[in-house]
């Protein structure tokens, strides 16, 4: 008898585990809508006890929409699409170490994200989510009025002056990953998104990318470019999610923001990333 599908929230906020579902074997499209409700739902599911290849992973996010090419970074030479992260026992730094939406330097921005977990460090090593409808709803009629007439400039430099891959060149897991000759990135997208299939809308400003707002300098952006992104990742906004080898996330970056915590020194975390290509912000 077929498993039953049980999908179980991680907290108010955002995030649910789907259990039932073996992503190895073909999707119906009962489990697929499924799946698409939840996401749409829940902003980040994820599966425990998975057994995805590179190109199994690719294949899942083909139902998504079309899986990206990163432009920083390497993908595995029989499977672009898909990059390794990798925190060695001898890095300090991590990738995705600061609180983010995944590539809103782009002109059309990526719209979600699957990350596999390959090995996990024994304590640490989780990441946190934040759901950015909420943040948008929390603020004043004012505030939302302000920000409903901006413009903001993303760039992809803004956390790593002198490029990326200068900046991790050094890196023991993935220095080597870096494309040289990569240049950075800017984009301009409203600094509130409606969501293209809810409805909903989101703050879309955070701190690792956001620069300034259009027609405003940098010096001028600041203030509330920091507040906003203080504001967004209130506890109240978040959940937390511990990985397991096997465990695998797809998350919707036109609703959220996410930080991988680098709190495992000393030890080794590797994961497969696969990015979708999104739609124009609106
Ligand atoms: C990312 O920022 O896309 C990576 C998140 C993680 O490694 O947990």
Redesign the pocket.
Known sequence: MAKPVIITPLSSALGAEISGINLAEPLDDEKWDIIHRAWLDHLMIFFRDQTLSPRQQVDLAHRFGNPAIYTFIKGLPDQPEVTE?LKTEKDQV???GRW?T?TTYKEIPDRG?L?YAHEVPESG?D?LFANMYLAYEALSDGMKDLLDGLVAVNNSDKSYPGGRARAQKNYDGMGKSYREDSEALEAEHPAVRTHPETGRKGLYVNGSHTLRFKNMSIEESKPLIDYLSAHAIRPEFTCRLK?FPGTLAIWDNRCTQ???INDYAGQR?R?H?VTIEGEPVV
């Open positions: 992260i991590n990738f995705g983010h995944d994200t990350l090593g990441t990985w996410h930080l991988a975390r994961m990333r």
